[in-house]
C-alpha cells in the first residue's frame, strides 16, 4: 500500500493528468506531494574567456513561486475536500534534479507523472524531464502518457480503411 506520491505539477492540463491518476490509485490515508519547479531565468555573461557572470530577474522568479504557490494550495484543498491528504512544494532548479531530490528527501513510495511524448527535434531541444527523473531516482515511476500526442501518432484503423 502507498503511503506518499510525488505528483509533479507544470500548470499543464497534461500534468494534470497525473494528479487525476494519483485520485484513483491512492488510498485517502496516502499523502500527496504535489510539486512544481521554477526555473530560474538565468542569463551567462561572457566577460572574459573564463568568467561568465549570472543575471536572474528574481522579482519575476519571485513571483513564478508565489504563482505556483497559490496554483498548488488550490488543487491540493480540492485534494482535501475530497478526503485525501496533501501538501505542496514550490521549489527553484532544475526539474529533473529537484524531483529527484524531493523524492528522496521526503521518501516518497512513487512518483506519478505525464510525459509529453515529444520527439525528434523538440525531444533534443527541450529533453525529456520523465527520462531523466527515471534515470535519477530508484523509486517506482508511474509515467502517465500523452494521450492526445498518442491519439495524433496512432491513427484510428476504421480511418485507414476508408481512404483510397
Not at 521554477?38 to 551567462?44: G, R, S
Request: net charge negative; aromatic share 4%; proline share 6%.
Amino acid at each position: 500500500m502507498l503511503k506518499s506520491v510525488l505528483v509533479p505539477l507544470d500548470g499543464s492540463p497534461l500534468a494534470q493528468m497525473a494528479l487525476d491518476t494519483a485520485e484513483q490509485i491512492v488510498d485517502p490515508g496516502c499523502e500527496i506531494t504535489l510539486l512544481t519547479v521554477v526555473q530560474p531565468l538565468d542569463f551567462p555573461i561572457t566577460i572574459a574567456a573564463t568568467v561568465v557572470v549570472t543575471n536572474s530577474d528574481y522579482a519575476a522568479l519571485e513571483e513564478s513561486k508565489r504563482e505556483s504557490q497559490k496554483y498548488l494550495e488550490g488543487i491540493a484543498q480540492g485534494l482535501r475536500d475530497r478526503g485525501f491528504r496533501a501538501r505542496v512544494r514550490v521549489e527553484t532548479g532544475d526539474p529533473a534534479h529537484v524531483i529527484a531530490e524531493t523524492t528522496a528527501a521526503l521518501n516518497v513510495d512513487m512518483v506519478i507523472m505525464t510525459t509529453h511524448g515529444r520527439t525528434g527535434i523538440s525531444r533534443w531541444l527541450y529533453g525529456s524531464v520523465t527520462a531523466r527523473v527515471l534515470n535519477l531516482i530508484s523509486k517506482p515511476v508511474l509515467v502517465i502518457p500523452n494521450v492526445h500526442r498518442q491519439d495524433k501518432l496512432d491513427p484510428d484503423p476504421a480511418d485507414m480503411n476508408s481512404g483510397s
